[in-house]
């Protein structure tokens, strides 16, 4: 047996251990752990291109060619450097050697490709899921899902249109024992949830004082910037620090406030809020940096609930003993989801009534590969769903609704006021200066059309 097939088989093996919460979680509704297993291998194997393979897409790619069932076909990366580095990587998990592209839009033309993987820049998020669709591919985009709310409402409007699956980035919610707690929680074991705080911590810093210079000679900078006006390269900009410009990024609050939203809409099943606010700014260092270093986002629902979101980028100072976490108020008690596969019940003495553990480590600071095995689940649950059509644990109407939310944050947070919202559909309610943040300008030939 080859090297690359023990690795597939080893990785596979770790991914599934311990993991009999499968059925009571639904993730593959019918299968037990061990069954499930069995599968991996069995059904016909999905081909997937990947675009974005600098950080987070090389661990995807990683991810992706591990699987049994999946051959990475094609990598696609404005970077020639990225290129060369993430054939090596998929290389040593596969048989065949991925095709590699320049211009994603190129993999989108081949017959070879069933899905594409974008991990680019944020503002290249909803750009090119629509164009996968309208080529026909299955979509597995990381979060967040677009970089401003019109392109969400769009993308959403795509998936129902080309009839293909698009599973958004929410890994969390295919991790068996956060599907455990979520599930316990909407049971009641809490009592009524009436407030949700997450958070966020790391210690970043500066990004300095950019300067114009030229474009490397290994960077595509044109088609970097893609849909996005152009504007001239800098020095301090690629390859992650455009998340802190509004112009492409969003922020910390979706970089990784979107993770924790999520986990607290999904357990106090909530859609839109009547109210959000946002209050914060960049502190620490005079630099680049464009948005907030420091976020507070409240939001207020007509069930008669409130979410919090707290963001420090450049102060790591833990919350409930997590860099990053979710804490769920209820009238008989609370409970905990830190960072990684476990949760922990507390009644309102603060006693702890129940912790459950999965046991792997997570780390998530880790800008790139935080939690490979449970982030297989997650995998595993979007190829089900195009080859049997088992639902998806994080589609893109779920997706959109969470990554709506901290974009209202942010709107509210560039506007210096609270928004009021209407709780139907999540749109901002008389307030132009607002509204006007709703989609973005485009460079010419770009713009987003379904």
């Not at 070879?112 to 290249?124: C, G, M, Q, S, Y």
């Not at 129902?160 to 991790?175: A, D, H, I």
């Not at 630099?287 to 979101?309: A, C, H, R």
Request: with cysteine; net charge positive.
């Amino acid at each position: 047996m080859s090297d690359t097939a023990n690795s597939r088989r080893s990785f596979i093996k770790k991914t599934t251990a311990g993991s009999a919460l499968f059925v009571a979680g639904g993730v593959l509704p019918g299968f037990s752990a061990k069954s499930y297993a069995r599968i991996l291998g069995a059904n016909k194997r999905i081909h997937v291109s990947v675009m974005g393979v600098n950080s987070r897409g090389a661990a995807l790619a990683k991810n992706f060619s591990r699987q049994a069932n999946c051959d990475v076909a094609h990598i696609c990366d404005v970077d020639r450097r990225a290129i060369s580095k993430c054939k090596k990587i998929v290389a040593q998990h596969q048989e065949t050697e991925p095709k590699a592209f320049g211009d994603f839009r190129r993999s989108l033309e081949s017959r070879d490709v069933d899905a594409l993987v974008i991990a680019a820049p944020d503002h290249w998020h909803a750009p090119a899921s629509l164009l996968a669709l309208q080529a026909g591919k299955h979509v597995y985009v990381e979060k967040p899902c677009s970089h401003n709310p019109g392109e969400g409402e769009l993308l959403v409007s795509a998936a129902k249109k080309y009839k293909k699956v698009v599973q958004m980035g929410n890994q969390r919610r295919s991790w068996p024992h956060v599907m455990e707690g979520i599930d316990a929680l909407k049971n009641g074991i809490i009592g009524r949830v009436y407030y949700g705080k997450g958070w966020y911590s790391n210690n970043r810093g500066p990004i300095g004082i950019g300067k114009e210079t030229a474009v490397p000679e290994w960077l595509d900078w044109d088609l970097w910037q893609g849909p996005a006006p152009r504007k001239k390269f800098k020095d301090n900009l690629v390859h992650y620090n455009w998340h802190w410009h509004w112009h492409w990024g969003t922020g910390e609050a979706l970089n990784n406030g979107t993770h924790m939203i999520d986990l607290l809409r999904w357990g106090m099943e909530l859609d839109y809020p009547s109210r959000v606010s946002s209050n914060g700014g960049r502190y620490h260092y005079q630099d680049d940096w464009e948005t907030p270093d420091t976020q507070i986002i409240n939001l207020d629902f007509e069930e008669g609930k409130t979410l919090s979101w707290e963001g420090r980028s450049c102060n790591g100072k833990n919350i409930e003993g997590s860099s990053v976490g979710v804490m769920f108020y209820g009238e008989q008690g609370s409970m905990l989801i830190p960072g990684g596969n476990s949760y922990t019940l507390f009644d309102l003495k603060n006693k702890v009534v129940k912790k459950v553990d999965g046991g792997a480590k997570i780390d998530p600071r880790d800008p790139a590969n935080p939690a490979e095995q449970l982030d297989a689940l997650h995998i595993q649950n979007m190829f089900h769903a195009i080859s049997n059509g088992t639902s998806l644990n994080a589609d893109i109407d779920s997706g959109h609704k969470s990554t709506l939310l901290v974009q209202l944050g942010n709107i509210a947070q560039r506007v210096g006021r609270s928004l009021d919202i209407d709780s139907n559909t999540g749109h901002i309610l008389d307030d132009r200066e607002a509204q006007k943040l709703w989609g973005r300008t485009y460079e010419k030939g770009w713009e987003m059309k379904l």
